[in-house]
């Protein structure tokens, strides 16, 4: 019991430096299914000041658009000299259904790992020589996303090797986000 516990530990650890094949990715996934907007709930990050104020990767996610050669158009704020920049970034697929990939600081992997009508889990992985950084994000459909949500992000984000103390809580004060925006209505 203890080898085994023991061995499931150090296989977590290796899993987390290696390649993308290990990351789990929905099943029966349909770009279908991820079109449209979204409120992005809460960030974790192996390096928490990725996520920081004035962090690359500390982004508000709004919506996600399916365009006619497979790729999604996936539009987001990101906060620049104090200013909250509305942005998008074109992921294209692999030959994995729901991973893709897009540039922003490199190459990045975007994977898919749960999805439901009522949340999205996305894991971003940006792989450099200097080790891969990596970044999780849960989105709802609203702001009040069920608690089945929250366990199976915070589930993830453990075996993904991410300490909870990084978590990131969004929307981001002073970004544009629900209060300022009437439901359903695109950017
Ligand atoms: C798909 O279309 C977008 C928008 O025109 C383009 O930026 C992207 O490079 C295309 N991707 C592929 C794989 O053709
Ligand atoms: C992606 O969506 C943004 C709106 O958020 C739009 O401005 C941009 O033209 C779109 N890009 C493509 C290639 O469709
Ligand atoms: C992402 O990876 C690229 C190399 O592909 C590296 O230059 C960049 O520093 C990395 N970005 C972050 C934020 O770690």
């Known amino acids: 019991m203890k080898l085994l516990l023991l061995l499931s530990v150090g296989l977590g650890l290796t899993w987390t430096l290696q390649d993308q094949t290990l990351v789990p990715v929905q099943q029966g996934f349909h770009p279908e299914q991820v079109i449209g907007s979204w409120y992005t709930l809460i960030l974790a990050s192996t390096d928490p000041s990725a996520i920081e104020e004035g962090g690359a990767y ?21 906060r620049e000299d104090g200013q909250c920049v509305k942005n998008f970034y074109i992921a294209e697929e692999t030959d994995t259904p729901g991973r893709y990939t897009f540039e922003y600081h490199g190459k990045n992997y975007l994977t898919f790992v749960e999805v439901t009508e009522d949340f999205i889990i996305i894991d971003l992985e940006n792989q450099s020589e200097e080790g891969s950084l990596i970044v999780t994000e849960l989105h709802g459909k609203t702001l009040s996303t069920d608690d089945i949500g929250w366990d199976h992000y915070y589930s993830y984000i453990c075996r993904r090797g991410i300490e909870i103390e990084t978590t990131v809580e969004l929307p981001l004060s002073d970004c544009p986000s629900t209060p300022s925006r009437k439901q359903g209505e695109p950017y």
């Open 58 to 78: 500390l982004c508000y996610m709004t919506g996600i658009v399916l365009l006619d050669n497979g790729s999604l158009n996936v539009t987001y704020f990101h």
